[in-house]
């Protein structure tokens, strides 16, 4: 059994401040690509699993948020927690409680009276006084700009119907409370909606229906506030709010790191690591801050996964370290590299697709789907945990059989025998290819990256020295330049190579924006 050697970070910056900004993240986030390279039986102090959970939390809701941001959910939402209730259920009221509950009957009895009535002019101005108390209560949970707070806070058309309105108007203030929620509040939103959807034609239901939802949205407001970590946090659009949180993130996972393999270690690891850079890798023209560019190229063209096992030490005597892992990468990958390792087998993937379109021979013309449909299969395997190897050969060989209308059983024999020999890494076309294309990539990756454009950040965001990338979408500044490689010319292929090429990018700027001084070379 083995045990890190590492402390909990003390939550402070590498200059010894307190970060100005803490956002709390949703915790029991399991860290369990990070942990994939360490030895059985290994022992995780909670609090360093905890602190796992949280950095790596931020990391994916920066890099790829798809993963922890549920379909139509604003970054709000993932950064608030349910609160909860303060007084038990069976808990008797107060005198205080109960002179409140008599107060509140009365402000909504008064309500639903002026609502009920069929004179617009008695209707329409109750409905604005509610609006306005709609207004108040759901500032802190939206930006000043957000059309919510517009249409509440705008003068009242002239209408004949103001129960429709009313209605039409808490339809839109749902939808927009939804996307902010903490997902714990949906279920009880959805029912909210679920309420308007058919209204009734009698005024006195639908001003019924009506009030008792802007009452319900009025408490829903007040219980979101609760739920914020930072009350601040709502009052933020998306684009700050994801700044602050890709500061955060950066901070937070260069403190955890430094204290996990100190700074001493990592340079030496660093450096050891670049030496490794070989061809054809040398002869590519990159400024020297951006050699580590090119050896991050190199390991994902290795056969062996990469992996950033975490430090530790036996516990006794009697339990020497494993041996390290073949394609190990510096501590500063160690949260990157669940996805460069998904990069990497997305990478073989674009090469055996490519190589199986060699085995189709010239005079034939494959189905125009051919691509797409052997795509499909290698895409899959790539997002499975444990593929089945044999299984997924059998159906890229059928795919062949089938393209090539090969009815010839010696012949179809041969091709099967050919699909297995292709997609073995030392087969000479796999070498050719993959040669071709991680050396393209390695060229597009070393140019510098481009300038920053803050025209979106607020000036209270840009703390520290280290660059804020992009946005929290995972988006690069701009749609990337199409990387065109020979022998990978079919335009699924080049989707592939596309994809994979923005996925790449987004790693390399991820971590560049955080270590750039300590992949400087001769320093210190």
Known sequence: MSDTHAHPPNGRSEGGSPDKTTIHVPPLTAPHPLLRSLPPLTHLPADLLDLLNQTYFLHLLVNDPSKVLPPGKSLLSVLSQPNIQQRRDDEPPTLHDKVEEMVHKAFWDEALGALSSREPSTQLPRLKLLLNDLHTTLQPLFPAEHPILTVLSAPLAPTSSPLHTARNYCCEILVALHERCAPARDAYIDGLSASLTDPPTE????????????????KLAETMKDDLSQFVLGTMGEAQLA????????????ALVLDLWKQSVIREDIAAWLADLSPPYTPIVAAPPRKWVLRLVQALGAMDPVACPLPT??????????????NTLPPPFFFSTPELLYIQNFLQAIIIAAELR?????????????????????????????????TRLVNLADELIRASSL?????????????VRTVRPSDAVFVLLQRRLLSALAERL???????NRNNTPAEMRTGRRERPYNVTGEPWSRTEVLEVKGFGDPVLTDAI????????????????IWADLFEPNVG
Not at 380 to 388: A, H, K, R
Not at 407 to 419: G, H, I, S
């Open 203 to 218: 005024p006195l239901d639908l001003a019924k229906i009506v009030v008792e939802t802007i009452r319900s949205i009025l």
């Open 243 to 254: 700044a602050a949180v890709a500061d955060q993130a950066q901070t937070q996972e260069r």
């Open 313 to 326: 030490k036996p516990l006794s005597s009697e339990n020497g370290l494993p041996p390290p892992a073949p």
């Open 358 to 390: 060699t085995l189709i021979p010239a005079s034939v013309s494959p189905p125009d789907d051919f691509m797409y449909r052997i795509w499909t299969l290698l895409s899959v395997s790539v997002n499975e945990e444990d593929p089945e190897q044999d």
């Open 407 to 419: 009815t010839d059983v010696e012949a179809t024999k041969q091709l099967r025998a050919a699909v």
């Open 446 to 452: 070393a140019r510098p990256p481009p300038p920053i």
């Open 498 to 513: 596309q994809e994979v090429l923005e996925k790449l990018q987004v790693a390399v700027l991820w971590v560049g924006s």
